[in-house]
């Protein structure tokens, strides 16, 4: 049987994660969590998103039959994947690494450039990623971004102008520490929506890197293998079973424009407070 890849985030930003898995992943068999009653994640403190990321992985190992896990959320990813793996039996994947790999393979000047929330910033996971393969890299968190994506404003003139100042601030941290950035890392699950208005606020030269598609990579090279086995050869439909903890209704209306296609009908689940 194809064995179920489970996805979490803390909300429907990580269906961007679930986005580029089907793409390399046709035929699989996915359970998608988002826990929307307990977002924002990148405000949080590690004990409480290491509590809340195990909850939510037991329930997709636990009640779904989930056999691999892929943690979409970065900062989850930044703060928890150790508490995540100590819940649950089974591989788990987070985002930061193979960011950091995607962000390795993009560079030449060995400069980077992250952007993320406040949590993830203050973990320093992506700048310690980074280092540990040779790069120098500078986080800055963007705390309105992710509140900006969640309203649907992707294509707004404000949304470009605070996109602006952010990267205006870091660009000034960085020349001050005399770096020669050539990459950015999207190290936030709902950037990648924001990717048309960033790529336009990016020097020329600057490579933009989404940690959803380097995840996804990386999710393919481990599962593939087994995916393809179970199907057998024969061209399975993807599965799609989608759960949230609240604002169902707000994730069936706006999922589809992470997930790129309708996310159909959202169960809701309640993992307490
Ligand atoms: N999913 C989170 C991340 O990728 C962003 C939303 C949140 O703060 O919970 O960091």
């Known amino acids: 049987m194809t064995p179920t890849i489970g996805v979490f985030d803390s909300g429907f930003g990580g269906l ?62 930044a703060l928890a994947l150790d508490a995540i793996q100590d819940a649950v039996p089974v591989p788990v994947l987070g985002v930061i690494e193979p960011g950091a790999i995607a962000a390795r393979e993009a560079s030449t000047t060995g400069d980077v450039l992250v952007i993320a929330t406040e949590a993830t910033v203050h973990s320093h996971a992506y700048a310690a990623a980074c280092r540990a393969r040779g790069l120098r890299a500078i986080e800055k968190a963007c705390p309105l971004l992710v509140p900006l994506v969640e309203e649907g404003w992707t294509d707004h003139p404000v949304t470009a102008e605070v996109i602006e100042i952010y990267l205006n601030e870091l660009r000034a941290e960085a020349a001050a520490q005399g770096m020669n ?32 598609e380097a995840a996804a990579e990386q999710a393919v090279e481990i599962f593939n293998g087994r995916v393809a086995r179970a199907a057998g050869g024969a061209a399975a439909e993807t599965e799609i079973r989608c759960f949230a903890t609240d604002s169902v209704e707000k994730f069936e209306r706006l999922g589809s424009r992470f997930l790129g296609r309708p996310v159909g009908h959202v169960e809701l689940i309640d993992l307490g407070g």
């Not at 990148?42 to 943690?71: D, N, P």
């Open 16 to 77: 961007t994660v679930l986005r580029a898995l089907i793409e390399r992943l046709p035929g699989a068999r996915f359970a998608f969590l988002g826990d929307t009653a307990r977002l924002p994640y990148g405000s949080k403190s590690r004990r409480t998103i290491a509590r809340y990321a195990a909850e939510s992985a037991q329930f997709l190992v636990r009640e779904q039959g989930a056999e691999f896990l892929v943690i979409a959320c970065n900062t989850a990813s």
């Open 181 to 212: 950035q050539d990459a950015l890392v999207l190290g936030c699950t709902h950037y990648p929506l924001l990717r048309p208005l960033i790529e336009r606020a990016v020097r020329p030269g600057v490579k933009v890197i989404d940690s959803a």
